[in-house]
């Protein structure tokens, strides 16, 4: 099992179809599984298959692999178990290390960058520029690349920091973040292909993106970019983000821009929310149960995502949906608490919870700004607080989650999953 305390957690039989859907989801998008099914190397033929699709490998000198992301460690050790001996080397970053021998494997630092990460991307980009037009380079791009992969250039490590930070505390979505993210690294953007140029790339990209846009995954590296410098600004305006880091002001750069960079790369959406929603779907068409897809791609407020879904959902129906909320921290810091968005949607869902239900949301990376995954909660776990004068909204109010869904018997525990393409939700009405 995924979920690690499954069993701890099923203490009825709505919740333990809520986690089995949750299961569900959470197997779809598998890394090893999606790497035997979609990833394939032919050696006497020295082809490559991605999603069944053939690219010859034949006018190749070398193959070079780099990555970054929540999941690359994984696919990274999927990439050599097919073809390590096309493989001439490369490196990936991921929070976790990889079982690679030509591949070099560096950890990096999630949600917010660091020297490590800035020192293992030098090395990535020291790699791309030896490559050449008869070279081909394999990415691996996904969820937590953003933060990984970083080189910035006109401001510093630090300032990259508190503007990454200020954006996440101000609510900013992901494509916002990423949007400005983009004009602050060299790596982002497209530049990761500016930097493999002339080469050829095939990109293998796991959406964390709503609707996924692929260049936004990881502020796409790959992918040209088609924002400014401009929409980069009216976003920092927006969210008021140099007051917030009490900076002056904060040099932008462009993305690049020409045609040329990207003749050559293949961008494949490897994997997606779409894959685990449908797994989801269908695990709760196979329990009996009146499923409806809920979002494809839901955003917003996570307490207010929740209070919307439970608004919706009809007695006798269960709804699923993955998407990417954000939590607007206006508390001092003083006053924060911990937990992350899918534990305060948890925590939210709890407070306007419907008679006869049971609410669950979870990372799909195993880890919602914590070590746990999300929560499920039902009535249940509703009148226990209760009964014990527990003021939900008070932990709710100082972004608390962790301890008190931790104390209901509420949070989900899958430690890192080694995926990571949104969050997802889980609710049924009886």
Known sequence: MIIKNFLQLATTSTRKQVLRILEAGLEAINTEQLMHEQFAYDAKTDTLFVNHKAYSLKSYDKVVVVGAGKMVAKVSEGIEAKMIERISGGLIIDIVPAKTQKIVSRVGTHPLPSSANVSATDEIIGMLEQVTERDLVIAIIGGGGSSLLTSPQIVSLEEERKITQALMDAGASISEMNTVRKHLSSVKGGGL???AYPATIISLIFSDIPGDDISMVASGPTVQDFTTTQDAME???????????????????????????????HNILFCSGQTALLGMERAAHDLGLKVRIWNKAFSG????????????????EC?????????????????????????????AALLSLPSNTTFAALNSDGRDNSDVAGGIVDNGNLKIAQSKGIDLKS???????????????????TGNTGSNVSDFIVVIRE
């Not at 969210?239 to 003749?263: H, S």
């Not at 709804?319 to 925590?347: F, W, Y």
């Not at 932990?395 to 525990?413: C, G, K, P, T, V």
């Open 319 to 347: 709804l699923v949906a993955v998407g990417e909320s954000v939590v607007t921290i206006n508390s001092p810091e003083s006053e924060k608490g911990s937990g992350g968005r899918n534990q305060e949607m948890t925590l």
């Open 235 to 265: 976003i920092m305006d927006r969210y008021q983000v140099l007051d917030r880091c009490n900076m002056e002001n904060c040099g932008l750069k462009e993305t690049p821009k020409e045609a040329k960079y990207f003749e050559k790369v």
């Open 301 to 316: 407020e996570a307490r207010e995502v929740a209070v919307q879904i439970l608004k919706d959902i009809r007695p006798g």
């Open 193 to 195: 292909a500016k930097y």
């Open 395 to 413: 932990f709710l109010d100082r972004h608390d989650e962790y301890s008190i869904l931790s104390d209901l018997n509420a949070s989900i525990m």
